[in-house]
């Protein structure tokens, strides 16, 4: 089939690449021409283990174009995958897909079906029909349908290729055989709703997931203040089939593109509907916790923070992804800036793409926090050399490159022996046999 994907962000890009790979013939449209001049030279412009080999590899299948025209033209099958970020309210930014619907009903000479790709509050597929049915020609007929994704970052191919579900939300049986069509090679159950059920079943999924994180937070803290260990109470909790052990590690808290914004606009949405959705905003307040508690346990061992180096391993929100949009990291390292600490950071891949969003210009909205964040903290290519003088070494995503020390070179790098885990990745009893005093969350 012809299909076209405006956006190519993590979630148009990934989807354009299967689709291709999958011997549909891809076009996607992408309006930020620096991003579309290297997604033309075939260069991925983030970091997500296997994406770029797929990209290269099918140049034939896969192509870019700057014009929703020619999208609108190339494909009866339209995605949609541009950006939803969160307001200052915690509603999502609907801008980019009201623009989108516009510009699609301007192009319209016949049948298209427009599927919601993005994750978008309930009834915006009827926003978007009663949009383009104002600016479309009175002749034509279209659809908006909606296929949510359900991508991890990190692993987001593995997902792709292989879904637990494929949800399909359809206004009508003709809907329902495109996208069928579309999915016809996949295996794995389909789940046909109608439009509604399938813009809520996105947000519930998240906000559930991140409930279950949030959960296992607040137990770990009951753990360290009983003298348990949360990783044997999760374990315990974990294989109860009903329960079942993902989502159920301890740490500093969730973040990311999808959880926080996922969960503040379900909570706005179920106000807007008229409930008071209190379960999830206790969500919330125990994410905000979780990074509050980390900063109090370097400060219990520092005492004074000012001028005091602090060493931090991982800056993306999580390992095999340079994604730090809403990372634990990030409001880590204002609170220890606000203290005036000096900070040294390392990761893996988030280094390069931290450097290239200090290097934008101010006025791009979209990363001036961001890059407010990164400014006068230190960045280092090697691990180790962002100990150099460290008072203290916090790990904040937990990368496989982490997960075993140089313990003479660490040592000889710190001015203080101290290592804060926020991801639990440490032996207690080994860290503390080399000499170091080591706190890791709920244990």
């Not at 893996?348 to 210009?361: S, T």
Request: net charge neutral.
């Amino acid at each position: 089939m012809n299909i076209s994907i405006i956006g190519t962000g993590y979630v148009g890009l990934v989807t354009g690449a299967l689709f291709a790979e999958k011997g549909h013939n891809v076009l996607c449209i992408e309006n930020n021409k620096k991003k579309l001049e290297k997604l033309q030279k075939r260069e991925v412009p983030f970091y997500e283990p296997g994406l770029q080999e797929l990209v290269t590899k099918n140049t034939q299948r896969l192509k870019f174009s700057e014009k929703i025209s020619e999208g609108v033209k190339h494909a009866q099958a339209i995605f949609v995958a541009v950006g939803t970020p969160a307001l200052a309210t915690g509603e999502p930014d609907m801008t980019y897909i009201e623009h989108v619907a516009t510009e699609i009903a301007h192009n319209l000479k016949d049948y298209r079906l427009i599927i919601e790709k993005s994750t978008v509050p309930v009834h915006t597929s009827e926003k978007i029909h009663a949009i383009m049915k104002r600016f479309s020609p009175p002749d034509v007929h279209f659809e908006v349908a909606s296929n949510p994704e359900f991508l991890r970052e990190g692993q987001a191919l593995e997902d792709a290729f292989n879904p637990d579900r494929i949800v399909l939300g359809v206004p009508s049986t003709k809907a329902q055989k495109i996208l069928t069509d579309v999915y016809k090679d996949f295996d794995a159950p389909f789940i046909i709703t109608n439009v509604n059920s399938a813009e809520i079943i996105k947000h519930a999924a998240n906000s559930f997931l991140a409930m279950k994180i949030s959960y296992i937070n607040a137990v770990a803290n009951i753990c360290e203040l009983s003298n348990a260990n949360i990783k044997e109470v999760a374990e315990g909790i974990g294989l109860d089939k009903r329960i079942g052990k993902h989502f159920l590690n301890a740490g500093v808290g969730y973040g990311g593109s999808c959880f926080p914004k996922d969960v503040d606009a379900f909570v706005n949405i179920s106000r807007d509907l008229g409930y008071d959705f209190k379960l999830l905003e206790e969500v919330q307040n125990i994410n905000r916790d979780q990074k509050k508690r980390l900063v109090k346990k370097i400060k219990k061992h520092l005492w004074v923070i000012k001028n005091k180096v602090i060493a931090i391993w991982g800056l993306s929100f999580k390992p095999n992804t340079d994604d730090m949009r809403e990372a634990p990291a990030l409001d880590i390292i204002k609170e220890l800036k606000r203290s005036q600490a000096k900070i040294q950071i390392f990761d893996p891949k988030a280094i390069q793409k931290a450097r290239e969003i200090l290097e934008l210009p101010a006025d791009e909205s979209h990363t001036a926090a961001l890059k407010e964040t990164l400014m006068e903290v230190e960045l280092y290519d090697n691990q180790y050399k962002a100990t150099e003088n460290a008072d203290c070494l916090i790990i904040l995503t937990e990368w496989d490159e982490f997960k075993t020390l140089n313990f003479e070179v660490l040592k000889q790098k710190m001015n203080q022996h101290i290592i804060i885990d926020g991801r639990n990745i440490y032996n207690s009893q080994e860290l503390e046999k080399q000499g170091f005093i080591y706190e890791s969350v709920g244990r």
